[in-house]
């Protein structure tokens, strides 16, 4: 790591560090403007953040790199006036067809842990970058591969199914009750899989937001059943932050051993 | 026996030649605020499986404006967004039409209205959704079942966006 540049990458270090790998670790999320919309080609505008209120911007900005806002059709839209500020990052999103967007933020990387020369240091990179930055020689070295997905859903008009097919790698949620369709006092039906299949037993934590006008979390538990799936009925209408994580040893990255998978979405629900 | 026999007939075709009715009666109240603005108001029927089977009326702001065009509110009268407006191809004829001020508003179709016409007989919804802007949304079901054999009549009284509201079912 050369001297000069040293400043810049490590707040952009403890930025990316911030990102959830375990659920104890600060909320990342997503949250539009509106998730039900009318109109010709109307805009939504969306905040990103990572924080431990919700949805309360008061901790480090979501990096905005690896944003992707998939179109009903399936095709790529291109985010619009995007920026990064000290807490948040903020980008523009215009609807230009008829049903349901998907709106995500998926980071995979290599994260190493190693003790260097005493003090325990933390590296996250992608495979590339690990040759020449983690020392071959690193005591106690542990590398794990990391990939997390920061998601929303708006839909202009009707809903939609083609952005919720999942694409078979990593965590993914597939909606059995369409992510748009959500109201307070009904219940809704969501699966996990793990690169394409049933992901059981997974622990799945819901905290609606506003957390800072209330004395306690209010978290919501569940647990996925042998199909992947688990049910809540919503208490009542809000924005709600939907988190789960897992991990295994089906690593793509050659130099990890372990796998850790994130998921978060951010859903809302609007009253009777 | 002219007209016996006319009735007869017609009894025997469910069709009688004079009108039968469902009226509905919607009442907007007059609101005391420093911003007023017309609610935006649909008037639908919900089968038993909470599907819209009928949409009766749709009132709201079918024009640009400095704020955008009318219809970018629409899905703020929720449950009717969802249960009907998000999959039509706005605007409606003889469903939808431009907001209306406070007072009472009748509705007066006649059952032989394809909308009314084409029900299954069995156990129905009328639901009437009021929301405005800068101020509340509201939302009043009157059961009824259809086709009525007697005349049926319903009522619901609203408390902030909507006044009494009835049904009036003559067959």
């Not at chain 1, 004395?215 to 688990?230: H, L, P, R, S, V």
């Not at chain 2, 394809?114 to 007989?121: D, F, K, T």
Request: charged residues 25%; neutral net charge.
């Amino acid at each position: 790591m050369k001297r000069s540049l040293a400043p810049a990458i490590t707040l952009a270090l403890a930025l990316v560090a911030a990102l959830p790998i375990t659920a104890s670790a600060h909320k990342a999320w997503l949250l539009p403007s509106q998730t039900v919309i009318a109109g010709d080609a109307p805009w939504i505008t969306v905040d990103a953040a990572v924080s431990n209120d919700l949805f309360y911007f008061n901790h480090v900005p979501l990096r905005l790199d690896n944003v992707a806002v998939v179109a009903p059709d399936g095709s790529k839209v291109e985010t619009q006036n995007g920026a990064t500020g000290k807490y948040r990052s903020v980008f523009d999103v215009q609807l230009q067809q008829e049903g349901t967007y998907r709106i995500g933020v998926t980071n995979h990387y290599l994260v190493a842990r190693y003790d260097d020369n005493g003090k325990p240091k933390r590296w996250r990179g992608t495979a590339d970058t690990f040759a020449s930055e983690v020392p071959k020689d690193a005591k106690g070295l542990e590398v794990s591969e990391s990939v997390s997905r920061v998601q929303t859903f708006v839909t202009k008009g009707s809903p939609s199914d083609t952005v919720l097919k999942p694409e078979g790698t990593g965590l993914e949620l597939v909606p059995v009750t369409h992510p748009n369709d959500l109201f307070a006092g009904e219940e809704a039906t969501f699966r996990f899989q793990v690169d394409g299949k049933p992901a059981a037993g997974l622990e799945v934590g819901i905290v609606r937001g506003g957390t800072r006008y209330r004395n306690a979390q209010d978290e919501i538990k569940a647990t996925t059943d042998a199909n992947g799936e688990f049910k809540v009925t919503w208490p009542e209408a809000g924005m709600y932050w939907l988190e789960t994580s897992t991990q295994d040893d089906k690593v793509s990255m050659p130099q990890a051993k372990q796998r850790r998978l994130g998921y978060v979405a951010t859903l809302e629900v609007l009253p009777q | 026996m002219r007209v016996t026999l006319t009735i007869a007939l017609s009894g025997l075709l469910a069709m009688p030649a004079y009108a039968a009715e469902f009226d509905v009666d919607v009442q907007i109240p007059q609101l005391k605020v420093a911003e007023y603005h017309r609610p935006y108001v649909a008037v639908w029927i919900e089968g038993a499986d909470n599907k819209a089977a009928a949409n009766l009326a749709v009132w709201y702001q079918d024009k640009d404006t400095k704020e955008g065009h009318g219809t970018k509110w629409l899905p703020d009268l929720r449950q009717w967004w969802r249960r009907s407006g998000r999959t039509l191809d706005l605007p409606v004829d003889g469903v939808t039409g431009p907001t209306r001020p406070a007072g009472e508003h009748a509705l007066n179709f006649d059952t032989s209205d394809p909308r009314l016409a084409r029900l299954a007989p069995g156990n129905y919804t009328l639901v009437v959704e009021a929301v405005r802007e800068v101020g509340g949304r509201e939302l009043l079901k009157i059961p009824f079942t259809w086709p009525a054999k007697a005349p049926q009549s319903g009522k619901a009284q609203g408390k902030t966006e909507l006044g009494a509201v009835a049904l009036t079912i003559t067959p």
